[in-house]
């Protein structure tokens, strides 16, 4: 990038934030973009009168931003509340509006709960059938075992752009023929995907994208769930016929508008040099930590196919959470659970084949818009510092 935007009134004074996966900040970009929707242009926008004309034109606007960052057109834009919404409305959607008795999924282990717990209520209340796929060492799918999948009643196929937890980038477009090659669709949650690396719809050949306001420095509350065109869905909310009739309600202006400025703005930072940034600063974290405890740092995911901005490491003789606890100067993640104060290995690393304790050591450090390389360093310092006293409290 060739320059770096205003330091956020979020961060000022606090940890160095590393977990851009899990949320990130609002752009004051974007706030500013959507605060006259809040404010001064309050109309709705189904409204003939003159206060429903400035509404309407923004949220077409919004629609055509957030289609120009996947590679589509402005009308396969449905808004959502969220992208478990979206994902919600992809699967439920394909399945009821198939009009098979025993409709079959596909999804893979490391997929997103909002997917795998939208086959499970499939399952339960619709009578489909769910098969997941293994993931291999590095938390990919192999799309031999895709094909042998698929069958006749195969309705929909959903596997995500890149994993939460290790950034882990699947062969979408591999994986998306073959799925049609046996007449299903294909839906793309790319929540972690959009805006940290370019994306085309059509050159991925997906059916359904997700994408997620919060993950791309708008707020929270917004998504869109991408849609080509003829694809058949059942609604998830109906009513007055909003959204292509796909979800019904009278639409949040003001948050479609920020998820339409926050595409615009990562749209721009893809094209800066943006994401070569991130990489450079997220490779200079691993090695600040791999000369400081040789032998020790191990990567989890992908070297190489994998978001610019995650690392997920484990360090020898170390739990993930006692390391964060030991380290207040970063606010980070493990993605592990945790329930009443007892910790269970990530299922995404679980799945991969890790061992519980590789799995419980997990680290996910994740970098966004607003990291510098002076974070970078303090970084590494702050976590160097909180292995010792770890490491030997587990002797």
Known sequence: MTHLPAPHPGLADGPVYLDYNATTPVDPRVAAAMLPHLTRFFGNPSSGHPYGARPRTALAQARA???????????????????????????????????????????QATEHPAVLASCRALERLH?????????????????????????????????????????????????????HAHGALFHCDAAQAAGRIPLDVIGLGVDLLTVVGHKMYAPKGIAALWVRDGVRLE?????????????????????????????????????DGGPSRIRALRDELHAHLADALPGRVHLNGPDLRRLPNTLNVGIDGTRGHEVLRAAPGIAAATGSACHSGTHTPSPVLTAMGQDPDRALGALRLTLGR????????????????AVPAVAGSRR
């Open 235 to 271: 609604p998830v909310v109906y009513g007055g016929g909003q959204e292509r009739g796909l979800r019904s309600g009278t639409e949040n202006t003001a948050l479609a508008v920020a998820l339409g400025a926050a595409a615009q703005l990562a749209a721009d930072e893809l094209s």
């Open 127 to 179: 009578g489909a059938r769910v098969t997941v796929l293994p993931v291999d060492g590095e938390g990919l799918v192999d799309p031999g075992a895709l094909s042998d999948a698929l069958g006749p009643d195969t309705v929909l196929v959903s596997v995500m752009a890149a994993n939460n937890e290790t950034g882990a980038l699947q062969p979408i477009p591999e994986l998306a023929a073959r799925t």
């Open 65 to 107: 931003q957030v289609a120009a960052l996947i590679g589509a057109r402005p009308e396969g834009i449905v808004f959502t509340a969220s992208g478990s919404e979206a994902d919600l409305l992809a699967l439920r959607g394909a399945v009821l509006a198939s009009g098979n008795r025993r409709p079959h999924l596909v999804t």
């Open 370 to 385: 607003w990291s510098t390389a002076q974070d970078v360093a303090t970084a590494a310092r702050v976590l160097v510092r």
